[in-house]
């Protein structure tokens, strides 16, 4: 595997790490607030400083990483399994099936503007953690499953298959025991590609307000506290540490997923 | 010949039925706002004659759909005379229905609009060419070399970093430490820079990427080493020979790009305060529950959004011969 997905690896676990023992390595109450110590620059007690009501902000983005995390996984794990469970149909079955499927429903869901459709059933469901995971499946699963009806195109024909179906395994038994396992590797190249995406798409719906309501630490809702005039002028850490995170856990999904592309394309290895 | 204009064809019906399929889901998405809509505009203490005018006014007392289902009278069919009709209808007419809040028509609200979200959108465009062109060709032709791997880097970072990083920075350097623009509006004309830069950083690093593996990808072609023979300049051979056809692809994700600039600008339009449609959305629509702006302005974007794809991979078709022949 190359070096960029060595240190997104790096990276991630240090995220998903610092976000399972967050209270073990923060000394704060994430959203208890100190008007007396408002915007303090960065200290051995306030590692990242303090915000404009005086929370610990080292505290906000290790409990961000939850928030973050929390959505990403459940995003990738639901919309993966629809996604892959439509493809699957789609591929398998072929003829009108496939024809409704990826000619029609696909398109419409590539069409959409992924954040627009997100942000209007997020306008007209109201915000929340639920709803926000919900609008992000709903645009999700559709990369999913264009991975799996492709793969699923492609490993039916092969000739273990055939002999699977000869030896009078049933369609369900083909597509658990030998289509799938022969398709999950570019699967997993599109959840760690979701994953970003997916951390992403909250951190953009809470910056815009529609994301999980304050006080929770989200770290889009941090950079939108943070980022007027006054404040950028008095105390950029608190701006900083939040989109360092966000660009830090971005790239190393991102950086996870082309490695593994790389990684598992042995046409891309061998250059 | 009958073959192309069949596929065309075909192309066309998709690109109208997914636009039916957008406008009926941004249709019935008011059904699913939580409580009635009457009630969140005018607030608890409305009185039930005031509730009745305002859905009538909006056309909100008449059935939602062609059939209907509640627990009590179970399935009924309504017919013809129901509210998806009349969104339809009033779409072809060019009508999208009143503002729930300032009762003018939406579509207005949205034409006042958009012109300063299109500006912001070619603004970036052309800031990101400006930015990947040279950057891309310099990486391409001196590959491996420490600009190229310069230039990757930067890339890199301009994909990874959301809208609404990339912005608060550019102010916190160029508004509030070199104090050389402005942090927010859309009064004067260089107050479009900084927003067009946001907006653009992630196309620039797209199309840069874009550009350097397809000049190095052009520059071993063997028109390349003709033109090389023929004792041309490198400069000439990279500027006439390579650049032109290096760029058929580029000219074409452009035009795709458009349509995801006029969908992403919204928290461009956010962090900046620029009064376009994003902020219509977001600050009109959304922020004041006007549940039928809401529904204009995600229409208009998406609409926008499906046809500048469904031009884009035209167009594409007819450029790349191989993909026409497939």
Redesign the interface.
């Known amino acids: 595997m190359n070096r960029l997905a060595y240190i997104g690896f790096s990276i991630a676990a240090l995220f998903i790490v610092a976000a399972i023992i967050a209270p073990v390595i923060v000394g704060h109450d994430p959203i208890a607030q100190d008007l007396s110590r408002r915007y303090l620059m960065p200290t051995a007690e306030h590692w990242f400083g303090t915000d404009a009501l005086g929370r610990d902000v080292f505290a906000r983005v290790v409990y961000g990483a939850r928030i973050s995390l929390e959505v990403g996984i459940s995003v990738v794990v639901i919309s993966g399994i629809i996604g892959t469970a439509i493809g699957a149909v789609a591929g398998f079955y072929g003829g009108w099936v496939d024809k409704f499927l990826s000619?029609?429903l696909f398109?419409?869901f590539l069409?959409?503007?992924g954040?627009?459709?997100a942000?209007?059933?997020v306008?007209?469901?109201?915000a929340g953690l639920g709803k926000m995971i919900l609008a992000l499946c709903i645009i999700g699963w559709v990369g999913y499953a264009r991975v799996m009806r492709g793969q699923v195109l492609k490993v039916r024909e092969y000739d273990f298959v055939q002999a699977a179906r000869a030896l009078g395994a049933s369609n369900l038994r083909i597509l658990v025991t030998h289509i799938l396992p022969n398709s999950i590797q570019p699967l997993i190249v599109q959840a760690s590609l979701g994953m970003?995406g997916a951390v992403?798409s909250e951190?953009?719906l809470s910056?815009?307000g529609?994301g999980v309501p304050p006080p929770a630490p989200s770290w889009?809702t941090m950079?939108?506290e943070s980022?007027g005039?006054d404040i950028?002028?008095s105390a950029?850490h608190v701006?900083f540490f939040p989109?360092l995170a966000?660009?830090l856990t971005?790239?190393a999904f991102?950086f996870i997923g082309d490695g593994l592309r790389e990684y598992l394309d042995p046409k891309q290895r061998a250059r | 010949m009958k073959h192309k204009v069949l596929s065309f064809v075909r192309q066309f019906a998709?690109m109208l039925?997914?636009i039916w399929?957008?406008v009926s889901l941004?249709t019935l998405?008011?059904e699913?706002?939580?409580g009635d809509p009457a009630t969140v505009i005018l607030g608890e203490t409305a009185t039930y004659e005031q509730i009745e005018n305002f859905n009538k006014k909006h056309g909100l007392d008449r059935p939602a759909f062609f059939f209907s289902y509640n627990s009590t009278d179970g399935f009924k069919w309504n017919g013809g005379d129901n509210r998806y009709l009349d969104y339809w209808k009033g779409l072809l007419t060019g009508d999208l229905g009143k503002s729930f809040r300032t009762d003018r028509p939406v579509l207005g609200m949205i034409i006042e609009r958009y012109p300063l979200t299109i500006q912001l959108a070619l603004a970036s465009m052309l800031i990101a060419i400006g930015i990947a062109l040279p950057l891309g060709v310099l990486a391409g032709s001196r590959k491996n070399s420490l600009i190229d791997n310069a230039s990757s880097f930067v890339a890199?970072?301009g994909?990874?970093?959301?809208t609404?990083?990339i912005?608060?920075?550019l102010?916190?350097i160029f508004?509030?430490k070199l104090r050389i623009f402005s942090?927010?509006g859309s009064m004067y004309i260089e107050d479009i820079i900084l927003p067009a830069f946001t907006l653009g950083a992630a196309l620039s690093a797209i199309l840069t990427r874009m550009i350097r593996s397809s000049v190095i990808e052009e520059l071993g072609e063997d028109y390349v080493r003709t033109a090389r023979a023929k004792g041309l300049s490198e400069r000439v051979v990279l500027l006439k020979h390579v650049l032109k056809n290096g760029l058929i692809p580029v000219v074409t994700i452009l035009g795709l790009q458009l349509?995801?600039l006029l969908?992403?600008s919204?928290?461009t339009e956010?962090?900046f305060n620029w009064q376009g449609l994003g902020l219509l959305?977001?600050d009109d629509?959304?922020g004041k529950r006007d549940?039928r702006l809401?529904q204009g302005c995600?229409l208009v974007?998406?609409v926008t959004?499906?046809i500048a794809?469904s031009l884009t991979d035209f167009v594409y078709r007819k450029l790349d011969p191989r993909i026409r022949l497939s």
């Open positions: 000619g029609y398109n419409v069409a959409f503007p954040l627009l459709l942000i209007a059933l306008a007209f469901l109201g970003a992403l951190a953009s910056f815009l529609l889009g950079i939108e980022r005039f950028l002028t950029p701006m989109s966000i660009a971005v790239l991102n | 998709l039925l997914v399929t957008v941004v998405l008011i699913i706002v939580p890199l970072l994909i990874s970093l959301p609404f990083v912005g608060p920075f102010v916190y508004a509030v942090a927010t349509g995801v969908a992403g919204i928290i956010k962090i959305l977001l629509g959304i549940y809401v995600v974007i998406s959004f499906i794809n």
